[in-house]
């Protein structure tokens, strides 16, 4: 089954300590990127990945890091969670663009509802 | 700047009106437009892309160029069409495929 899935579902940490939600795809994706969801506000771009090793600034950039060493995996991390980081998180991929309107679509992962006390 | 307007946090129907939700974006290229749902503790998923003018679920969303506008319609809702719906803009291929959320609309559908 085609999917994205991200790790873990749920997670309250303290501020300050670091960590890392992982997104795995399984469609040979170039495109993958993270998404923060605050009520009001949608969602907005973290970071994003245009293939392996090519990884580039969203919207809200600050306070998030990203990697992209193999194509399947785009892991989020967090240096130094901070309360302003409490939020739903998103991570897609979708097909590289300019390879036809039909293979666009953004396929999304369950989301991961993070705390930071 | 490229946009993406959704002017309703949210809109109650009863089972059986017409629902229209509203978006307006603003871009200067060859827009690509989405909508996407998201049901009660479930992923976003896509509903419909203007470009293959297809009707899912009974919606449909036409493009208007002239008043920059993607509003998505469904001429009588169902219980099961109670979600988030979010508005979307893919910026052309030399902006590298990023998609443009709006705010969201809650479309609440009462029995």
């Known amino acids: 089954e085609a999917q994205v899935t991200q790790n873990p579902r749920y997670l309250i940490t303290v501020t300050g300590k670091k960590l890392t939600v992982t997104c795995s795809q399984n469609?040979?994706?170039?495109?993958m990127s993270w998404y923060r969801q605050d009520p009001g506000l949608g969602l907005r771009q973290i970071y994003y990945?245009?293939?392996?090793?090519?990884?580039d600034k969203g919207d809200v950039p600050e306070g998030y890091k990203v990697s992209r060493k193999e194509k399947r995996n785009f892991p989020l991390i967090l240096e130094s969670p901070s309360p302003n980081q409490t939020s739903l998180y998103f991570c897609?991929?979708?097909?590289?663009?300019?390879?036809?309107?039909?293979?666009?679509?953004?396929?999304f992962g369950q989301g991961t509802r993070l705390t930071v006390v | 700047a490229q946009r993406v307007t959704q002017p309703e946090k949210l809109l109650s129907v009863f089972k059986g009106a017409p629902v229209e939700l509203k978006c307006n974006y603003s871009?200067?290229?060859?827009?690509?437009l989405f909508w996407y749902v998201q049901y009660s503790r479930q992923r976003l998923q896509l509903l419909l892309r203007h470009i293959s003018r297809e009707s899912i679920k009974g919606f449909t969303a036409d493009l208007n160029k002239g008043e920059t506008s993607f509003h998505l319609k469904k001429p009588f809702a169902q219980e099961e069409d109670s979600a988030m719906y979010y508005c979307a803009l893919k910026l052309g291929s030399g902006n590298t495929g990023k998609l443009i959320f709006g705010q969201g609309t809650t479309l609440q559908v009462k029995p």
């Open positions: 871009y200067s290229g060859s827009p690509e």
């Open positions: 469609m040979n994706h170039e495109y």
């Open positions: 990945s245009m293939n392996v090793e090519v990884t």
């Open positions: 897609a991929s979708s097909r590289k663009p300019g390879q036809g309107f039909m293979n666009t679509e953004a396929f």
